[in-house]
């Protein structure tokens, strides 16, 4: 992916998943028009540095991390393989679990998926086979699924560190621990109480020890906890971001995982996205554009399912309560501006006259 920037190898789709696994493109790919860039106050964004059509792939991303999300994960069919290069949903009968029985969640598709994952899983096996089940009964579902992506993003970090970590796309986007440190997301972007809580939780469950060797300080573990709150997507099995929502609306089904993308990450919200995003079978992220974009244009994703919220005080609730920012995409300042409009009128209107 050296090429000038307009040579045909770059502008190819690279080949998706197919079901029997033989065209599977596990490297990151970016459309070669969609590039990165700062701006005041929101920070990175994704923009079109010319016009891209309605309907071409945006990207497609590798996670760092991912877990599983399951309700019964003994007998459920959505556990992912664990191992990074495969990732595709198992049926309960025929995977295998970990031979040390840490967790049920933990599987892989066969024996050849478990061994490819040795190193990676051999960093987590103590901890989750010590910490899963009390970690899960004390605090609930969240704070175990939030504390085991922490641990796998420390496991893919030390993987890297071995000399398997994954190539960057040309020079335009970092990937690997190198792009996780430079997500957005500070302990300053949440509520003291809720850096309290995940301040207890890192020095209690996530120090560097003998069950999980890693040197990062407590500060820096609460830092990554931050960072990856901000920056983690919910893995579901329909498009996110369909706008305008169909009628009758369709929603995004239900969650199955949760996972890290280095690059994926950096595309900030719109109430109105030109882009949906959906996992592959591999629990890649894809971006699709949802409509023609025009050079220099922002491209956004939406942070949540558009078809479950509507009104523009529940949306504007939804960011603020998960992500800590007031909207103010286009479609919230016209939808704003409307509101103040109506509001006026009424203000303006005689009373009792005739009435
Ligand atoms: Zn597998
Ligand atoms: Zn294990
Ligand atoms: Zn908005």
Redesign the pocket.
Known sequence: MNASPESQSQLQSPALSSSDGSTVAAEPWVHPHLEQGVVPIKGRQLRASRCISKGELLMVDVPFAVIPAVDYPDISDGLL?S?PA???Q?LYQYRVNCPAGCLDDVV???E??RDGDALRHGFECVWLKRFGASIRKKWGEYDFGMLWLIVRVLAMRRVEGEGEGEGQVGERFKGGWEAIQDFCGSTESWSHSQVRAWTALAKRYLRGSAALPHNLSDEEVVALICREEANSFGLYPRETGVFPVPDPPVDRGEQYAAAVYPRAAIANHSCSPNIMHKPDDHGRMVFTASRDIAAGEECCISYFDLSQCVELRARRDHLQKLFRFVCRCDRCTTEEAAEEQQQEEWVGMPFGEGL
């Open positions: 393989c191992n495969c990732g595709v198992t892989w598709c066969d050849e998926c």
